[in-house]
């Protein structure tokens, strides 16, 4: 079959995610046959490097060697069990080795089958939580502007992306949304700390008025990535881990996108020196080979839900595939990886190319800033370099720099007005010259 036989029976039966399925009409769809290391391959035998890593999901490589083998002994092994009553071992060593892996006071494990489900076990928890302990009344959620966390409607209505959010917003709670650290909106003469600590007494002024009625503060920790990768100084982090405390709410960290290496070091929280109350984690969790997503909680939490059956205070949300064995052990053999490799290391030599050879578009005229955490880097696209005036969103700029890449052998798949790079961990330095050059080409060509 060849690309163009293949996308008229996909388009004839498929809806695809994130599209608006009339684009198709002259937007081609890319069916991809094969992947290999940052690479995929389409029907008709062109290759894309996958500089997003396939929506953040891949960290070492599609079709990765030790991964594919541990998948494919685990399938004959065990596919799946009732994961109520029942458990298996690769459950049981993932979650020794998260336990071990996270701060020492989340050690307990709960398993879900992706990030959004993730994102509302433990909202779920909180809430539960607190009722379980007899405070009432908390049953209100504090995010941040440009947060995301997911779109099904729990997860959903603790984002503040417009474009995802406005639709639903009926169907919604609405949360307490404080400003968001994002060091893009500092004010002439400001660091990225200024604007952590102006945006943390902001967030002290909500808890004041508002935590009796809230059970939690969720936040990506260091970058708001579906926001357009916007990110803030790890200060704000620590600080607000101070404030929970003090206001007697729980800390959610959603590192579902920034978890496993992203940033520099294996969980973004440790560069604030923090444990959130829950840790939410997947896309990365499986090394990109399959939905499955862990909450980290504290005995704190598991205490409060643990009582005699008649007590009614357990914990009952379930997942027909809750703790699967294959993601399990994708998982397992990802955190292998990172267990016999010095992969922060390479990372940070990944991420130096990757500041080096993005570094002429800070003086572009339709750039407005050139931004990095670790193995994230991001390019802010401007109508004018001065006011930072963002293009109408209507312009589509980004999308003319994908498809100018898409012609040059590359996948990248702006937000809106910014260009990102989040590649797999097994990128090289010249992939990476590629990705800047054609990156740097359209840019030109979307801007023009
Ligand atoms: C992707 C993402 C989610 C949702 O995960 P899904 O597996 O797509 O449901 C939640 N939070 C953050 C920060 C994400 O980037």
């Not at 890593?53 to 960290?59: A, D, E, I, P, Q």
């Not at 209505?157 to 009926?170: F, N, Q, S």
């Not at 939410?280 to 704190?300: I, R």
Request: glycine share 8%.
């Amino acid at each position: 079959m060849d690309n163009a036989s293949f996308v008229a029976r996909d388009l004839a039966v498929l809806w695809h995610p994130c599209t608006q399925m009339q684009d198709h009409e002259w937007l081609p769809l890319v069916p991809i046959r094969r992947g290999a290391g940052v690479w995929l391959e389409d029907f008709d035998g062109r290759r894309y490097l996958d500089a997003i890593s396939s929506w953040w999901v891949n960290l070492f490589g599609h079709a990765n060697a030790r991964i594919s083998a541990a998948v494919a002994a685990q399938a004959a092994r065990l596919e799946h069990v009732i994961f109520g009553g029942f458990s298996h071992e690769p459950a049981l060593l993932l979650a020794e080795r998260l336990v071990a892996l996270t701060p020492p006071t989340l050690r307990r494990c709960f398993l879900a089958d992706n990030g959004s489900s993730a994102v509302e076990v433990a909202i779920k928890m909180s809430y539960h939580y607190w009722r379980n302990v007899g405070v009432a009344g908390k049953s209100r959620l504090i995010n941040l502007s440009g947060a995301y966390h997911g779109e099904t409607l729990g997860a959903l209505g603790a984002g503040d992306v417009g474009l995802y959010r406005d639709p639903y917003a009926e169907l919604l709670r609405a949360p307490i949304t404080a400003p968001s650290p994002d060091a893009y909106d500092r004010q002439p003469g400001e660091s990225a700390a200024d604007v952590a600590a102006r945006r943390l007494a902001d967030m002290q002024a909500l808890l004041e008025r508002h935590a009796h009625e809230v059970c939690a503060v969720i936040v990506e920790p260091l970058v708001q990535c579906a926001g357009g990768m916007r990110m803030h100084h790890p200060s704000y982090l620590t600080g607000l881990r101070a404030l929970c405390d003090r206001y007697q709410v729980h800390l959610i960290a959603d590192e579902i996108a920034v978890g496993f290496g992203r940033t520099g070091t294996l969980f973004a929280c440790e560069q604030a020196g923090i444990a959130p109350d829950f840790l939410c984690l997947s896309k990365g969790l499986t090394g990109g080979y399959l939905p499955l997503a862990a909450v980290l909680t504290t005995d704190a939490v598991y205490d409060a839900f643990y009582g005699d059956y008649a007590s009614q205070r357990a914990f009952l949300h379930s997942h027909s595939y809750s703790g699967n064995p294959l993601g399990c052990a994708a998982a397992l053999a990802t955190l292998g990886i990172f267990a016999d490799e010095p992969v922060l290391l390479r990372n940070r030599a990944l991420a130096a190319a990757m500041a080096r050879e993005t570094a002429p578009l800070a003086d572009h005229p339709h750039v407005a800033e050139v931004r990095q955490t670790g193995m994230i880097l991001a390019i802010e696209l401007t109508q004018d370099k001065t006011t930072r005036a963002p293009y109408p969103w209507q312009q589509r700029r980004g999308l003319r720099v994908y498809q100018h890449a898409l012609a040059e052998g590359v996948l990248l798949r702006p937000l809106g007005n910014v260009v990102y790079f989040m590649p797999p961990y097994v990128i090289d330095e010249d992939e990476i010259a590629l990705l800047a050059r054609v990156a740097a080409a359209g840019i030109d060509a979307a801007t023009a």
